[in-house]
């Protein structure tokens, strides 16, 4: 984040990124991949890749087990540094993770040129050790996530030893490769009631029916619900298969849970004729992951399950699991909430506080996102940011005629704060935007001069041709960020002539000389698009410029647009390719032309309310966001002010998680952020603590579709029941499908896929953490869902 210390991406990373294979080592419940019929270019398995051009296998150089080690080819020998688990994320996207070492391959140091080595690390789920594979016509394709380029034999190099890299895809045969699946050798072991492994029953163990082996049989309560419970550790992931030796005398079928989530519904354990006469099931075939794992065989009717005598299974490496390690229930904390009003809030870390420093040098701070103080407001004698801010900047306040300033920014450049201040009269362009600085993120801050003015109406302007408003911008809104090389950058505008560009002196703060008033990225003709904020995302390798358009007021349609780019200074697309520089008013139209603009950007939030228990969930004009990123916990937030249904013109600060879905944009966590606290166990890990089981999926929630309008009309929600079958009932009808391992899910609803994420967010009007769900489709409209059982 721009208020941190320049540092390694790649280390940084490592250090806060979640979903870390390593996790597996410690019992962590990872959930398991969900099963559908969808086809996917491969199955989950173990594999060689071999490439078509020299018929040699890729391995991990020497079986290194380093991180770093290189990938290169070698004539097959059946070591395990030569296999590889493919594993399904979500489409077409696979990770690739070696069988000898346990890590990942990776596209080395995020690179994305021509020739970019190809490496092993850790398993931590970014676009880099994400792969794109296609069948080639029986040959693969494995294209990276981050970079878009193919794995590729380098210099068509047929040598022991050559190097694995990256290349442009072009479709030769040194960018073919055979996937070919490795058959390791399988086992069957037996858990019996009287052996590790068996953990428990929700009934007794009985052995007043003959026929059994062990010690006796389990026998479950007659009630739907009840059920037997396991546990299995797994050194090497694969497909693993389930058989249960029972007795019964009618049909009593049961859903097989692993951690907590069903995976197999609708297990037939149909009658054996007697209880003592024993039959084995059918088998049940799973994809287990490394670790250990809690496994539940749980009946679906009121007759309970029939008496269980073993479970076998079947598989590579398998042993019975510590029952100790089973799955905890969570209590969450109740959090709780101090509100604050800042319009225009602008996210900087500083002293263990995020600062949000908003128009009217309005400034507050809290230090968990949810509980704020207030640390000065109004452009007054007594402001404590300045010694008198209206002697300070006089110079800007005259040049703009107004007695206030518009929205700063602070960023820390050099060991002091530099707040971009910009003052603007409002009812024109007329603008100045200037720095002052600060050895305190609270002051005082001294004036360093004025860099850029807007509305020399009929006047040379910055850029030597004279001013015009329909193309020039106007100086205000100032973000600052750094690129993924360190260089920094200023966006700015409002309305006018649109949003612009310009690379700052990292050494001073001051723009480069010689830029007039920058690149043009979006709006013109006085289109209402303002507040640009630009992040980047490490795990995705993109640029996001997030953006509002419409007026602020409670009657303005204020809604929050996204749009991305591979560069700091664009240009930026959103959903639909669109080049958003091209996106601006029509000027045959009237003033503030919003249906020029209204089909662009990729539209995340806008006016809403949930219904029936859930009615005091709504926003009116939520916009003008910052957004910031934690180096710690690999999480992105999004604050920014907003008014309320029924609430006038009050307006108060909020902040929403923000997720990334599987096309790498990103999808707004439809209720308020709370970080998740265990009330019995503080010390839960963050996996814990964010998983959502897909047996907690269906059931009844509440929908909004924010369109993609800029209007005052506040959207409604509708009901809709996700189905345990994957099919979607209510007012609308469709499908769902969720992988708990990625938490990325596709619900399709009248004929259109949102793809995106499912998370578990705080209810204030329930009092309680909610499944949620928030998705875009492919045009840039987006959907939340917020569950009302």
């Not at 990373?13 to 990872?30: G, H, V």
């Not at 303005?556 to 240009?571: C, E, F, H, L, Q």
Request: glycine share 10%; charged share 15%.
């Amino acid at each position: 984040m721009r208020s941190l210390a320049p540092i390694k991406i790649r280390e940084k990373i490592r250090e806060t990124l979640m979903f870390n294979i390593r996790a597996w080592q410690l019992d962590l419940p990872l959930a398991l991949l969900a099963f559908s019929s969808t086809s996917y270019a491969i199955d989950n398995g173990t594999y060689t890749i071999q490439s078509k051009h020299s018929g040699k296998v890729v391995e991990v150089a020497a079986g290194s087990v380093d991180d770093a080690a290189n990938v290169a080819q070698w004539p097959s020998n059946g070591h395990p540094t030569q296999q590889w688990i493919i594993t399904q994320i979500s489409g077409d996207d696979y990770s690739v993770i070696n069988v000898n070492s346990g890590k990942a391959m990776e596209v080395y140091d995020f690179g994305t040129t021509d020739g970019g080595n190809i490496v092993q690390y850790p398993y931590w789920g970014g676009a880099p050790q994400l792969w794109t594979i296609t069948d080639q016509g029986g040959y693969y394709s494995l294209i990276n996530k981050h970079s878009g380029k193919a794995l590729d034999l380098l210099n068509w190099d047929t040598t022991d030893g050559a190097n694995i890299g990256q290349w442009a895809w072009w479709g030769g045969d040194a960018q073919l490769w055979a996937l070919n699946t490795v058959q390791p050798s399988t086992v069957t072991f037996t858990l019996e009631e009287n052996q590790a492994g068996f953990c428990s029953v929700d009934g007794s163990i009985d052995s007043n029916h003959t026929g059994y082996t062990g010690s006796g049989f389990a026998n479950t309560t007659n009630a739907n619900g009840q059920g037997v419970n396991w546990s299995v550790n797994v050194a090497t992931a694969g497909t693993y298969t389930f058989t249960w030796r029972y007795a019964g005398t009618s049909n009593r079928p049961a859903n097989l849970l692993i951690d907590g989530s069903t995976q197999v519904s609708g297990i037939a354990l149909n009658s054996t004729g007697a209880w003592a006469t024993w039959a084995n099931s059918a088998e049940i075939s799973v994809w287990l992951d490394t670790g250990v794992h809690s496994l539940r065989l749980q009946a679906t009717t009121s007759a309970g399950l029939p008496n269980i005598d073993s479970l076998s299974i079947t598989g590579q490496s398998a042993a019975a699991g510590n029952c100790s390690g089973a799955i905890e229930p969570i209590t969450f904390a109740t959090p709780s909430f101090t509100n604050i009003a800042v319009h225009d809030p602008s996210v900087i870390e500083a002293n263990h506080q995020y600062y949000v420093f908003g128009s009217h040098l309005s400034v507050a701070k809290t230090p968990d996102l949810k509980n704020w103080s207030r640390v000065a407001d109004g452009v007054t004698t007594n402001n404590p940011l300045f010694n008198d801010v209206t002697s300070e900047l006089a110079e800007a306040l005259a040049w703009a005629e107004t007695t206030t300033l518009w929205a700063p920014d602070v960023t820390y450049v050099n060991g002091r704060y530099l707040m971009y201040y910009n003052a603007c009269r409002g009812d024109s362009p007329l603008s100045a935007m200037g720095i002052a600085s600060s050895n305190n993120i609270e002051g005082p801050y001294t004036n360093d001069g004025i860099f850029l003015k807007s509305g020399m109406w009929g006047q040379t302007s910055e850029d030597g041709t004279v001013y015009d408003a329909t193309v020039h911008p106007n100086a205000v809104d100032p973000v600052i960020f750094s690129d993924a090389n360190n260089r920094m950058w200023m966006t700015y505008g409002s309305y006018s002539g649109g949003i612009f560009i310009m690379e700052l002196n990292p050494s001073t703060g001051f723009p480069y000389a010689g830029q007039g008033y920058g690149k043009h990225l979006m709006g013109g003709n006085h289109a209402r698009i303002e507040g640009a904020y630009t992040i980047y995302s490490p795990e995705t390798g993109y640029y996001y410029m997030y953006v509002s358009y419409g007026g602020l007021g409670a009657d303005g349609g204020y809604n929050v647009r996204v749009a991305r780019a591979t560069s700091p200074d664009g240009p930026y697309y959103d959903a639909n390719g669109t080049n958003m520089a091209n996106v601006k008013s029509n000027p045959s139209l009237p003033l503030f032309d919003d249906a020029s603009i209204a089909p662009h950007g990729v539209k995340l939030m806008g006016n809403h309310v949930f219904s029936g228990t859930n009615n005091v969930l709504g926003y009116v004009s939520p916009g003008h966001n910052s957004a910031y990123r934690d180096a710690t916990t690999g999480q992105t937030f999004l604050l920014f002010h907003t008014r309320f249904p029924g609430r006038g013109e009050e307006h108060e600060v909020r902040v929403h998680e923000v997720f990334y879905n599987d096309a790498g944009w990103p999808v707004i966590a439809p209720l308020r952020y709370a970080q998740k606290v265990d009330a019995n166990n503080p010390n839960r890990s963050a996996s814990e603590l964010n998983a959502v089981y897909a047996s907690e999926l269906p059931g009844s929630y509440q929908l909004i579709n924010h369109g993609k309008d800029i209007s005052a009309t506040i959207k409604n929600s509708v009901n809709i029941t996700l189905n345990s079958n994957g099919s979607i009932s209510g007012e609308l009808s469709g499908s769902w499908t969720y992988n708990a391992n990625t938490r990325n899910t596709v619900i399709t609803v009248a004929g259109v896929a949102y793809r995106g994420v499912v998370s578990r967010q705080w209810n204030q009007a329930r009092n309680r953490f909610e499944v949620t769900f928030s998705a875009l489709s492919a045009d840039g409209t987006a959907i939340w869902g917020v569950n009302s059982d």
